[in-house]
């Protein structure tokens, strides 16, 4: 079965720094890969998805993730970083059209 | 805009109770799916729903846990009884059968077990 590792728990920065937020999985077959976002007090939401055709996806507020097949990476990427971007970010993967396994999380906590 | 929505957001109760969570999805999403995220982990996966019929109930506590969605539109989770170590976010989520990947998730209901 998939798993998926979240190598950094927490994550300070200062607002305006570039980040990332690394993810690796665990598959013997082929997988679709996703990153939620969880801000405070608020459910989780789909920021990004890797599905098939390009490696790199983006989302609509400037983060950015890179499917690596050799290294089963999937990181997460932002240039630079809003205070708004303070959140929980959960890297998840799927082998097929149903189950979603997530990772740990890892908390981003952007400072001024 | 369209949420999922769920109750109670917060449940505190003592051992051996029971307790139940309600979700109701998206209209129209045909699959449901309940979560349970424990402080410092991720979500983990406890049952599937598509439309009525379970897909996957592999990692629900059967001994303790129950899970239905009669109608195929809202569902219910239930503990009986509750124990210590169910402490624990509970979330529901649900998607379109159509728009693979994209999970709507409500906001939880946090369960506590004194």
């Known amino acids: 079965a998939q798993s998926v590792t979240q190598l950094d728990s927490q994550v300070p920065v200062f607002e305006e720094a570039p980040v990332e937020l690394r993810c690796n999985y665990s598959?013997?077959?082929?997988?679709?890969l996703f990153w939620y976002v969880q801000y405070p007090n608020q459910g989780l939401q789909l920021l990004l998805k890797y599905l098939s055709g390009s490696t790199l996806v983006e989302s609509i507020n400037g983060f950015e993730a890179e499917f690596n097949k050799s290294q089963t990476s999937f990181h997460l990427r932002k240039p630079s970083v809003h205070i708004s971007d303070t959140a929980e970010y959960f890297c998840a993967v799927s082998e097929n059209n149903n189950d979603m396994r997530f990772g740990a999380g890892t908390r981003l906590t952007v400072k001024p | 805009e369209a949420e999922v929505a769920q109750s109670p957001r917060y449940k505190i109760t003592e051992k051996s109770q029971a307790v139940a969570f309600w979700c109701d999805p998206i209209?129209?999403?045909?699959?449901l799916y309940w979560y349970r995220q424990i402080l410092g982990q991720g979500p983990e996966l406890l049952v599937q729903f598509q439309d009525e019929s379970v897909v996957d109930d592999s990692q629900l506590p059967k001994d303790r846990f129950s899970a239905e969605r009669l109608k195929g539109v809202d569902s219910t989770l239930k503990i009986q009884p509750a124990e210590l170590g169910d402490s624990a976010m509970y979330l529901c989520a649900s998607r379109d059968r159509l728009r693979w990947g994209e999970l709507f998730f409500g906001e939880g209901s946090r369960l506590t077990v004194l």
């Open positions: 209209s129209g999403h045909a699959t």
């Open positions: 598959s013997s077959v082929s997988v679709y």
